[in-house]
């Protein structure tokens, strides 16, 4: 296939896509309609159904999973002196929320097989001063909870790309001290952007709603402006209604992925029940940019799934399985709206890309 051909032919297939519909739009356009459009009753709503389904007793909305995740640091005392441990290979989210503390951050490598924290790895850096780990769920698939909570340091599960995911059949978001969640725009469930926290800590809980509002307090200390709007959380009421409709949609792409790549000489994504696949991605065992270049040409759009490692940020050295996971990763589109046929141009791409570099692989 020619360029040509694909403009002419085909349109290019994203590699996410938000899943809206009507229903959204309504309930959006309810809220608009009351005229009461910052956080109110809607966004009570949302928390408790959030609780509810995560089976928590604490659900706190905000306007993004940075600002939870900041939040959630700062309410469980971290500051200024402190090492908060998170993983290179995670976007920098983490290490924005970190450094917004005034903590230090401290990167550890991850599982090559998993792309979750290493909890081998995390060990060496264990010190007096670290105050918390922040666990990413990577991809949709759950850390390895046990060793890591073997170590003894409070942890943050980062849900941000694994909502409805699950560990030894126990929902990501409940083994750590606090979880937090992103709806960004491409994310399972969207609110166009919008964060949670969730916890079992009645006091960390408090600390956040205290610190995500600054209006009408009659003592001062630095507070924030992350509160979710009515508007947004509207659209995360009708978005988790779906959520599990949106999984099973999911975890069948991933099935259909798996069947026609078996043979393939790729590395498919680790199988584990409770994976959601946010990401379907493959490791290449050479570098994707020539794949990405090639699929772009085949009207797919596929990426890195994670954009640079923060070691490379940070200028250190020393995180070989970052390193080759980030070189070599390739996510292929995976959400609810892919058709069947776009599902079959994919295979197809993928496949023809793997005849092309097969004398690299
Ligand atoms: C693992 C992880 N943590 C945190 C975030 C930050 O979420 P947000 O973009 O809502 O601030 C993201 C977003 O991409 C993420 O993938």
Redesign the pocket.
């Known amino acids: 296939m020619n360029n040509q051909e694909k403009i002419v032919g085909k349109e290019t297939i994203p590699h996410s896509r938000p899943t809206l519909g009507p229903q959204e739009a309504k309930a959006v356009s309810a809220v608009i309609e009351s005229g009461y459009i910052a956080e109110g009753e809607i966004v009570n709503t949302f928390e408790s159904a959030f609780a509810k389904f995560l089976g928590v007793e604490y659900a706190t909305s905000t306007n993004?999973?940075?600002s939870a995740?900041h939040l959630t640091l700062l309410a469980m005392g971290v500051g200024q002196g402190d090492e908060v441990i998170i993983p290179s290979y995670?976007?920098s989210?983490?290490l924005n929320a970190v450094n917004y503390t005034g903590a230090t951050p401290i990167l550890a490598d991850i599982n090559p097989d998993t792309y979750n924290l290493n909890a081998a790895d995390v060990q060496r850096f264990i010190k007096k001063s670290t105050k918390a780990i922040i666990v990413?769920h990577?991809f949709g698939l759950a850390a390895d909870m046990e060793p890591l909570l073997e170590l003894e340091v409070p942890i943050v599960e980062?849900c941000?790309?694994s909502i409805g995911a699950t560990h030894h059949q126990r929902p990501v978001g409940l083994f750590g001290v606090a979880g937090i969640f992103?709806f960004?725009a491409t994310k399972v469930i969207t609110t166009g952007?919008g964060?949670m926290v969730t916890t079992n800590s009645s006091d960390i809980a408090a600390r956040i709603r205290d610190l995500k509002a600054y209006d009408k307090r009659e003592d001062y200390k630095i507070r924030f402006n992350y509160k979710m709007t009515d508007i947004q959380a509207a659209l995360g009421i009708v978005q988790l209604k779906q959520l599990r409709s949106f999984i099973r949609r999911r975890k069948k792409i991933a099935e259909g992925y798996n069947r026609a790549f078996y043979d393939l000489r790729l590395k498919l994504p680790p199988t584990d029940t409770g994976q959601i696949y946010f990401r379907y991605v493959l490791d290449l065992k050479m570098d994707s940019r020539p794949w990405i270049q090639e699929l772009a040409r085949m009207g797919i759009t596929c990426d890195r799934p994670i954009h640079f490692p923060l070691h490379q940020n940070l200028k250190l050295g020393g995180y070989p399985a970052t390193e080759k996971a980030w070189k070599q990763s390739l996510s292929i589109p995976i959400y609810p709206t892919l058709t069947d046929e776009e599902i079959s141009r994919v295979i197809e791409s993928v496949t023809r890309c793997c005849e092309k570099f097969a004398n690299f692989i």
């Open positions: 993004s999973g940075t995740l995670v976007c989210a983490l990413p990577l980062d941000a790309q992103s960004y952007e964060g």
